[in-house]
C-alpha cells in the first residue's frame, strides 16, 4: 500500500510569456490622421510558493508534475491593454526546502504560514506602437513583443518543523513514547522498521502549554551513508530544538548505542551535535531500583538522562518536566532558518539522496511540454517610452 506521506516531489514550473504589444493605426472617417492606438500587452503570470499550515505532506503535489502560469494577453487597437496571466500558486508545508533540480542550488525556504515567495516572475508585456509615438515620429509602426517565459524544474524537501525529535535505533519505543504522551496514533509492532514514515504528536503540559514531538523511523549504524532508511528521514530531525536519545534498558552497552546514534548524526550534518540532548532509557518495567542505579555509573555524563517506562508510564512526567526545561532554556533559543545554515552540508549530498530517490523509483524524469518557437528577441532592446 502506497504511503500517504510525501516529502519530496521534483516539479517543472513555467511562468507567462508577456503579450505582444499592437501595432495599429486609427483609421475612421471623422479623423483621417489618427495616428497610432496600439495597447500594450499584459504581463504574463508568474509562480509563487505560498505556505499553508494545512497541509503536512507535499502529497498533493506527487503527481501535480508541470505547473504552467498564464500567457499574458495581447495588446489590441483603440489602445486596448492585454488581459494579464493568471498567476499559480504552490501551497506547500512549513518547512519546505526548495533546490534547483538542475544545479543543486538553495533557492528559498517556506518556514511559516501565509510565507509567499515569487520562484518565477512572469514576461512583462510589449509596449504598443501608441507609446512610441512623438513629434517626430507621429505614426510608428513598430511595437515590442513580449518578454519570453522563465521555466525551471525544482526539488521540493519537506523538514518537518518541531520541537523535540525522538532519535533511536528500531524498537526503541519510540512510537510507543509518542502514543502515550500525545494523540497520536504511529504503528506499533515487535518488529524492526515499524515506523515507515515520521509521524508528529502535540505534547500537553501544565497551564495548557504544550510542545511539538516527531517520531521518525529508526536509524542504524551506517544510516549516514544510505544502510536502512538511509538519508531520506534524518533530513526531519534537523530543524528539531531539541534531540531525545532514546535507548533500551535492556541494551548491553548503553553508552555505545549512544555514541553510535551521535556518530551517525554528525556525520549526516555536524551542527546538529550543537543542539540540546536528553537521554531516555526506555523500556524500565523491566529493571528494578538496583540495577537502574547500577546502570547509572555506566551512562554518559554530559546528557541529561530519565529511566522511563512508555508502557506503565513510569517515568513520563519527569520526561516532559525535563524536556520543558530544556526547550525553554536560554541557551536553546531556536535559531533563525536561514540559507547558510539550512543546507550547507545539503547542496554537498544532493548527489547522493537524488540516487537514493532515483533508486526508489521517485525521481522519474521531467517531459516537458513543447510549444511553438518564441520569436527572437536576443536584437531587441526593451527602451521605456
Same mark, same amino acid.
Given at each position: 500500500?502506497?504511503?500517504?506521506?510525501?516529502?519530496?516531489?521534483?516539479?517543472?514550473?513555467?511562468?507567462?510569456? /508577456?503579450?505582444? /504589444?499592437?501595432?495599429?493605426?486609427?483609421?475612421?472617417?471623422?479623423?483621417?490622421?489618427?495616428?497610432?492606438?496600439?495597447?500594450?500587452? /499584459?504581463?504574463?503570470?508568474?509562480?509563487?510558493?505560498?505556505?499553508?499550515?494545512?497541509?503536512?505532506?507535499?502529497?498533493?503535489?506527487?503527481?501535480?508534475?508541470?505547473?504552467?502560469?498564464?500567457?499574458?494577453?495581447?495588446?489590441?487597437?483603440?489602445?486596448?491593454?492585454?488581459?494579464?496571466?493568471?498567476?499559480?500558486?504552490?501551497?506547500?508545508?512549513?518547512?519546505?526546502?526548495?533546490?534547483?533540480?538542475?544545479?543543486?542550488?538553495?533557492?528559498?525556504?517556506?518556514?511559516?504560514?501565509?510565507?509567499?515567495?515569487?520562484?518565477?516572475?512572469?514576461?512583462?508585456?510589449?509596449?504598443?506602437?501608441?507609446?512610441? *509615438?512623438?513629434?517626430?515620429?507621429?505614426?510608428?509602426?513598430?511595437?515590442?513583443? /513580449?518578454?519570453?517565459?522563465?521555466?525551471?524544474?525544482?526539488?521540493?524537501?519537506?523538514?518537518?518543523?518541531?520541537?523535540?525529535?525522538?532519535?533511536?535505533?528500531?524498537?526503541?519505543?519510540?512510537?510507543?513514547?509518542?502514543?502515550?504522551?500525545?494523540?497520536?496514533?504511529?504503528?506499533?509492532?515487535?518488529?524492526?522498521?515499524?515506523?515507515?514514515?515520521?509521524?508528529?504528536?502535540?505534547?500537553?503540559?501544565?497551564?495548557?502549554?504544550?510542545?511539538?514531538?516527531?517520531?521518525?523511523?529508526?536509524?542504524?549504524?551506517?544510516?549516514?551513508?544510505?544502510?536502512?532508511?538511509?538519508?531520506?528521514?534524518? *533530513?526531519?530531525?534537523?530543524?528539531?530544538?531539541?534531540?531525545?536519545?532514546?535507548?533500551?534498558?535492556?541494551?548491553?552497552?548503553?553508552?555505545?548505542?549512544?555514541?553510535?546514534?551521535?556518530?551517525?548524526?554528525?556525520?549526516?550534518?555536524?551542527?546538529?551535535?550543537?543542539?540540546?540532548?536528553?537521554?531516555?532509557?526506555?523500556?524500565?518495567?523491566?529493571?528494578?531500583?538496583?540495577?537502574?542505579?547500577?546502570?547509572?555509573?555506566?551512562?554518559?555524563? @554530559?546528557?541529561?538522562?530519565?529511566?522511563?517506562?512508555?508502557?506503565?508510564?513510569?517515568?513520563?512526567?519527569?520526561?516532559?518536566?525535563?524536556?520543558?526545561?530544556?526547550?525553554?532554556?536560554?541557551?536553546?533559543?531556536?535559531?533563525?532558518?536561514?540559507?547558510?545554515?539550512?543546507?550547507?552540508? *545539503?547542496?554537498? @549530498?544532493?548527489?547522493?539522496?537524488?540516487?537514493?530517490?532515483?533508486?526508489?523509483?521517485? @525521481?522519474?524524469?521531467?517531459?516537458?511540454?513543447?510549444?511553438?518557437?518564441?520569436?527572437?528577441?536576443?536584437?531587441?532592446?526593451?527602451?521605456?517610452?
Amino acid at each position: 500500500m502506497e504511503s500517504n506521506f510525501v516529502d519530496y516531489v521534483k516539479i517543472c514550473c513555467r511562468s507567462g510569456k /508577456g503579450g505582444r /504589444g499592437s501595432m495599429h493605426l486609427r483609421h475612421v472617417k471623422y479623423n483621417p490622421n489618427g495616428g497610432p492606438d496600439g495597447g500594450d500587452g /499584459g504581463d504574463g503570470g508568474s509562480v509563487f510558493l505560498r505556505g499553508n499550515h494545512n497541509y503536512w505532506t507535499l502529497l498533493h503535489l506527487k503527481y501535480q508534475r508541470h505547473i504552467f502560469a498564464q500567457h499574458g494577453g495581447n495588446g489590441g487597437k483603440d489602445k486596448c491593454h492585454g488581459t494579464k496571466g493568471k498567476d499559480e500558486y504552490i501551497d506547500v508545508p512549513c518547512g519546505t526546502v526548495v533546490y534547483n533540480a538542475e544545479t543543486g542550488k538553495y533557492i528559498c525556504d517556506i518556514s511559516y504560514d501565509g510565507q509567499v515567495v515569487c520562484l518565477l516572475k512572469g514576461g512583462r508585456g510589449g509596449l504598443g506602437n501608441y507609446q512610441f *509615438r512623438s513629434a517626430t515620429n507621429q505614426a510608428p509602426r513598430y511595437a515590442q513583443p /513580449g518578454e519570453p517565459m522563465m521555466e525551471m524544474t525544482v526539488i521540493l524537501e519537506l523538514k518537518l518543523l518541531a520541537d523535540v525529535g525522538l532519535v533511536g535505533f528500531p524498537n526503541a519505543g519510540k512510537s510507543t513514547l509518542l502514543s502515550s504522551l500525545s494523540s497520536a496514533r504511529p504503528k506499533i509492532a515487535n518488529y524492526p522498521f515499524t515506523t515507515l514514515e515520521p509521524s508528529l504528536g502535540i505534547v500537553g503540559y501544565h497551564d495548557k502549554q504544550s510542545f511539538v514531538m516527531a517520531d521518525i523511523p529508526g536509524i542504524i549504524e551506517g544510516a549516514s551513508e544510505g544502510k536502512g532508511l538511509g538519508l531520506r528521514f534524518l *533530513r526531519h530531525i534537523e530543524r528539531n530544538s531539541l534531540l531525545l536519545f532514546m535507548v533500551p534498558g535492556d541494551t548491553d552497552d548503553i553508552r555505545h548505542e549512544y555514541e553510535v546514534l551521535l556518530h551517525e548524526l554528525e556525520n549526516f550534518n555536524p551542527e546538529m551535535l550543537d543542539k540540546h540532548r536528553v537521554l531516555a532509557v526506555t523500556k524500565c518495567d523491566l529493571l528494578d531500583d538496583e540495577l537502574m542505579e547500577m546502570l547509572r555509573e555506566t551512562l554518559p555524563t @554530559d546528557v541529561e538522562t530519565v529511566f522511563i517506562s512508555a508502557v506503565t508510564g513510569f517515568g513520563l512526567e519527569e520526561l516532559k518536566n525535563v524536556l520543558w526545561r530544556e526547550l525553554n532554556s536560554e541557551s536553546n533559543k531556536l535559531q533563525t532558518i536561514t540559507a547558510e545554515d539550512t543546507l550547507v552540508h *545539503r547542496d554537498k @549530498d544532493l548527489s547522493k539522496f537524488l540516487l537514493e530517490m532515483s533508486a526508489e523509483g521517485e @525521481d522519474d524524469e521531467i517531459v516537458f511540454v513543447e510549444e511553438d518557437d518564441i520569436e527572437d528577441l536576443e536584437d531587441f532592446e526593451y527602451d521605456e517610452p
